[in-house]
């Protein structure tokens, strides 16, 4: 597999670098509740300027009305954060690809930052409009993608972009990808663990592995599916209709023999979610909320990871918000940290599963940590990667057209 990374360039002393990073992170009063992603990101950030480029930053945060530029998704705290931790000019521009950024732009010296607006204020960025990526790329020489989370969206910035710019793979979009092809070849057994709620986003990730993983195990209201589907009952839980027709067809198929299910749960039947009791899955009553994995579950889990040799985890297995009902999530990721010390080489991804690690305290013994889930989903399950095309050739296997899509 071969990757067009920034490494490759020989020259980038006075070249205007548009860096494409994922810095939506969680904002509350202009102050940064969790700088994961932008502390990921800085390596990238620190080695440009360090070849004394000029370095435009484009990054968007949440899911903005783009008739209007709301203040709550202003990028300027985060540029403020920036500057702080790298202690280099940041120069904030209230714009995107007007007279502002231009402006700005032609004024840079070697080894600055020029930081844009939040790029979704833009009707053209989700419409992947040639046009917003040709005015992007008069403000710049070369193109770099650093924002693996987003390289899944045909955006103006990830995807249309790289038809006017020479384009090139980030440090940590680099990183990204040749973790995550371990898990398209791994060492066996390959053990996946799946949860959350949406099962339809997991679909074509359940699908693609049913033969090369050893052992998929389910959690969090994604399993209540498969409750339905072979008949248990499940109570008041929260299930989906079409989710359950996908189960019973892998059921039907016989395509779920490796497919391994909860033994027991934690329910409440209360709407308050105030009490909590641990019930074998044929103890479940028709007024119980299911909202984690059990005890007998968690230590049957912990068997197969422990015998793993590779693990891929994204999704909690239970209402991870809840004190009562995090037991589960927060012991497998114990447990596959204690494992990643010693033989097990693991790979999380998702918002809510490496909340899991933070609350533990083990991300930092975890072998790598995806800064994107549904783009970690993606990717594993084969599917497009628009803002990887052109930057990556030779991928394993099936798994190639990824990069030529």
């Not at 440009?48 to 009305?65: N, Q």
């Not at 791994?186 to 799946?194: A, C, D, G």
């Not at 679909?203 to 994604?222: E, S, V, Y």
């Not at 004190?323 to 033989?343: D, H, M, P, V």
Request: hydrophobic letters at 40%.
């Amino acid at each position: 597999m071969k990757i067009k990374s920034i490494k490759n360039i020989k020259n980038l002393a006075g070249k205007r670098v548009l860096l494409r990073c994922d810095f939506n992170v969680p904002v509350k009063n202009g102050r940064i509740l969790d700088d994961y992603k932008i502390i990921k990101g800085l390596e990238t950030i620190e080695y440009l300027l360090k070849k004394k480029s000029k370095v435009i930053i484009v990054s968007h945060l949440g899911r903005p009305d783009t008739a209007k530029k709301d203040a709550k998704y202003s990028l300027l705290p985060v540029a403020k954060f920036l500057k702080e931790k790298i202690k280099k000019q940041v120069n904030f521009v209230n714009d995107i690809s007007g007279f502002q950024a231009g402006t700005a732009v032609s004024r840079m010296k070697n080894s600055e930052i020029v930081f844009l607006e939040n790029i979704r204020f833009e009707k053209g960025e989700k419409k992947n409009s040639a046009i917003l990526a040709r005015h992007l790329a008069k403000l710049a020489d070369i193109y770099v993608n650093d924002a693996f989370a987003v390289s899944h969206r045909a955006h103006a910035s990830v995807s249309a972009i790289k038809k006017y710019l020479p384009s090139y793979a980030g440090l940590l979009l680099e990183k990204e990808i040749l973790h995550l092809e371990k898990a398209l070849k791994p060492k066996q057994p390959l053990i996946l663990i799946i949860g959350g709620v949406k099962l339809a986003t997991k679909i074509p990730l359940i699908t693609k592995f049913r033969k090369k993983a050893h052992r998929i195990l389910l959690g969090g209201a994604l399993a209540n599916n498969f409750f339905t589907a072979h008949g248990y009952e499940i109570g008041r839980s929260l299930v989906d209709k079409e989710s359950v027709k996908f189960a019973k067809k892998l059921i039907k198929k016989g395509w779920d023999k490796n497919i391994i299910l909860p033994i027991d749960l934690r329910v409440s039947n209360k709407k308050s979610f105030w009490d909590a009791h641990n019930k074998k899955l044929n103890e479940i009553g028709k007024r119980d909320y299911i909202l984690d994995i059990g005890y007998g579950t968690v230590d049957f889990y912990k068997k197969y990871i422990k015998s793993a040799a590779t693990v891929v985890w994204n999704g909690p297995m239970g209402m991870l918000e809840e004190q009562k009902f995090k037991y589960g999530t927060l012991a497998l990721a114990r447990s596959l940290a204690i494992n990643s010390e010693k033989s097990v080489f693991s790979i999380v991804g998702g918002g809510e599963t490496i909340e899991a690690l933070k609350m533990t305290k083990t991300i930092n013994d975890i072998n790598w940590v995806s800064t994107g889930g549904g783009a970690m989903l993606a990717f594993l399950s084969g599917e497009k990667m628009p803002g990887i095309k052109g930057l990556v050739s030779g991928l394993h296997s099936s798994f190639c057209h990824l990069a030529r899509a």
